[in-house]
């Protein structure tokens, strides 16, 4: 991951996936300071134009549209890749998780990432910025349809100082002492947990089943159960699971972020409407997304087995190429509760 060459930052996304659609009709435009005294004044602003006939949808998470401290730069220095240290969330696909914009039009979202990057082991200096150029899109009246890679600049900024800085929390509560979102959240820890040792011991039973190929295709079958088990065996007392939303990201479909600095997980209200895995057989659907422990699992496969959010949906999981689908952590939450459906009900 450090030795990546800026090429490869700025094509990661679509690169995994073979060719891309090029959308000519979207493009990213970064500006940014040529050169800041310290991280504090380092600021990017995206502009996302539209230049086709058409409204266009983009889900916005994951991209430069993303408000949020997620990851929407590859940030390189001297060719080798700086570390993201920011929020990896999982989400609910209503409405207002996408950004529609019009003909013609364009939208623009400031990016303050100094706490976002491990800026401080790169040292100071002359940092590339290239934005996530892979968006999910569809015409304003539809569904998602459509993975596109559009047209995007990069930026390079000279650094002054470089000492670390750390996302600011809004509030300072870091427990939860609601007893029963505390029970909750317990439940989909022990849920979550036993879900990736279900998964893990069907995939070293059944090897490469037709399951295992809807959602990884010709994947190492090791490499996918290695995930699992580092998530089943998971034990950090450092490591802690809140109820609280100290960074903001809860924006009404976020449903539970982890802080990759930490590894500490956050939940945010809509994830206590979850439901227990036993639903699974009377109540609820795989393709729902809305088991609790399986929520509790794709963030600690962010947490422990080095996942990423690449797409989210179970249909989309398994579009992905063979690459992608082993780094996305949604693959894992819906693979795991098929499993449990398809074994336990």
Known sequence: MFALSLAVLALVGSALAGPLKRFDGLTIDVRAPSSVASLDELSLTATVTNTNSEDVKILKYGTVLDSLPTRSFFVSKDD?????????????????????????????????????????????????????????????DEAISEKVQSTANTVTVEIGNVAKRHLEEKRATVS????????????????????????????????????????WGQSSTSTVASKFTAVANENSSSRTLNCSDPYGVCDGNVIAYTLIATTNIYYCSIFYNEVASTRLCSGTTVASRN????????????????????????????????????????????????????TQC
Request: hydrophobic fraction near 35%; aromatic fraction near 10%; glycine fraction near 6%.
């Open 176 to 215: 939860c002492s609601n007893t029963s979102y505390r029970s909750f959240i317990s439940s989909s820890y022990t849920e979550g947990k036993a879900l990736a040792s279900l998964a893990a011991s069907y995939i070293n039973s059944n090897g490469r089943s037709s399951l295992f190929t809807a959602y």
């Open 291 to 342: 088991v609790r422990g399986g929520t509790t699992l794709h963030e600690l496969t962010h947490a422990v087995a080095d996942t990423d959010d690449v797409t989210y949906g179970c249909s989309a999981d398994q579009a992905l190429s063979d690459s992608q689908s082993v780094i996305n952590a949604d693959n894992y939450n819906c693979f795991a509760t098929q499993v449990y459906q398809n």
């Open 80 to 140: 080798a890749e700086v570390p993201f240290a920011g929020v990896k969330v999982s989400v609910e696909l209503s409405d207002d998780a996408y950004t529609t914009i019009k003909s013609g039009e364009s939208v623009s979202v400031v990016h303050n990432i100094a706490a976002l990057y491990d800026f401080e082991s790169a040292g100071t200096g002359i940092f590339t910025f290239a934005p996530k150029v892979e968006l999910k899109v569809g015409a304003a």
